[in-house]
């Protein structure tokens, strides 16, 4: 079945730094998705991404649809504290099923 | 903006009794539900796609008589845990495909544990 790899698997980072994660499949996505899930609470939507090669910003966020529709990299400048959480790529097939990455374990050290 | 509610939000049962966690889409209709259980550090893994008025999909591993789905109106999905056992505790999440956006909500989840 579909596989997504999501790396790092952990970050820990100071204040202020940038950090980037990305997600790989072996088969192709039509639609990427960037989850932050806190403790205890459900997953919440950052950003969604439609087309190939799209690259999408929601304030200190950036994602990028890969051209092979089988990758995906988010990025978050200038980090605070409250990025702090577990962060999960999705990809949306044609069923409307998402597959989900490994997640990424973000610190942030003020 | 639209919300999807879990109820409830947390719950501790005995073992051998069965547990029934909602799924409510509270400002548009969901034709589409899906149900997705997480277990302690690890990912979300799709159980099974809720269709109203239709009979659930079940993932491959997925015990459809151990985990009952109803999906009964165009806001309400219901999974069951029957007999449940430790190993079934759990994050269970729900998210709703709005029908006429197409968007996805998350639910806030519901942590089952049971002794």
């Known amino acids: ?110 | 903006g639209a919300v999807v509610s879990q109820h409830p939000s947390r719950v501790i049962c005995k073992s051998g009794t069965s547990v029934k966690i909602e799924c409510r889409s509270l400002d548009f209709q969901a034709t589409t539900m899906f149900w997705y259980r997480q277990f302690p550090k690890q990912s979300l893994m799709l159980m099974a796609t809720s269709n109203e008025g239709s009979k659930a999909t079940y993932e491959q591993g997925v015990e459809k008589d151990k985990f009952l789905i109803n999906h009964a109106s165009l806001t309400l999905s219901t999974l069951t845990v029957t007999s449940a056992h430790p190993e079934d505790s759990s994050f269970y999440i729900c998210s709703a495909r709005d029908v006429n956006t197409g968007e996805l909500f998350f639910g806030e989840g519901s942590r089952l544990t049971v002794l």
């Open chain 1, 1 to 110: 079945g579909q596989q997504l790899n999501q790396s790092p698997q952990s970050m820990f980072i100071q204040e202020g730094e940038d950090v980037s994660m990305n997600c790989t499949s072996s088969s192709i996505f039509n639609t990427w998705l960037w989850y932050k899930q806190d403790p205890g609470e459900g997953p919440v939507l950052l950003i969604a991404l439609y087309k190939a090669g799209e690259l999408t910003s929601n304030g200190r966020l950036t994602a990028q649809f890969g051209i092979t529709r089988k990758d995906s990299f988010l990025n978050i400048s200038a980090s605070i504290p409250s990025d702090v959480g577990i962060y999960f790529c999705a990809g949306c097939s044609n069923t409307g099923k998402l597959i989900f990455g490994q997640g990424t374990t973000l610190q942030v050290k003020p």
